[in-house]
């Protein structure tokens, strides 16, 4: 799906010609370094330093709709660029900055449900990504920490040791 990037969405006009292609790489390509390298452009875009600018609130759909096509690299990509979104805010405080907030915000909580299905993927990067997602936007904490505990023996050391994290900040 491409679609007319406005220069004023993004935290700099120069992202605008390069977005579509950026979403695209998301959508298609398997090469690391290039999927990578498209998630922190547009992650760059749309949030840099966790400042949430207007085009965060086009591309999350699209992002939701590529979560479901592609398989647990990308996910995890997916992941950590929604978690980077989650915990963005707007510098001003204008009224289409407070509609920014809410539509991100509930558009990332629609990711909510296929990260907790990646939790237990056994996919140590995707899980890592799904945990840090559920931690930082899913409202429900004990649900989270309840299930880091029951899944903590299925983790690699990596993911175990993102969770005792989660669980010393939760409990």
């Known amino acids: 799906m491409l679609m007319r990037w406005k220069a004023e969405w993004?935290?700099?006009?120069?992202?605008a010609p390069d977005m579509s292609e950026r979403l695209e790489t998301l959508r298609h390509s398997d090469d690391p370094?290039?999927?990578?390298?498209?998630?922190?452009s547009v992650e760059h875009a749309v949030a840099p330093n966790h400042v949430l600018f207007p085009g965060a609130r086009h591309v999350v759909p699209i992002l939701l709709e590529i979560l479901e096509r592609r398989g647990p690299h990308v996910r995890a990509e997916i992941y950590d660029l929604l978690t980077e979104l989650s915990q963005s805010e707007p510098l001003?405080?204008?009224?289409e900055d407070a509609e920014t907030l809410a539509a991100v915000s509930g558009q990332v909580s629609?990711?909510?449900?296929?990260a907790w299905?990646?939790?237990g993927s056994g996919?140590?990067?995707?899980?890592?990504?799904?945990?840090?997602?559920?931690?930082f936007a899913d409202p429900d904490k004990d649900e989270f920490a309840e299930r880091l505990?029951?899944?903590y023996e299925s983790f690699d050391d990596r993911c175990r040791r993102n969770a005792d994290e989660w669980l010393a900040e939760l409990t």
């Open 117 to 119: 299905r990646d939790l």
């Open 33 to 40: 370094e290039a999927l990578a390298a498209a998630r922190a």
């Open 92 to 95: 001003g405080n204008a009224s």
């Open 149 to 151: 505990r029951r899944s």
């Open 123 to 135: 996919d140590s990067q995707l899980v890592f990504a799904a945990m840090d997602l559920i931690g």
């Open 10 to 15: 993004l935290s700099d006009p120069g992202y």
């Open 110 to 114: 629609a990711a909510l449900p296929a």
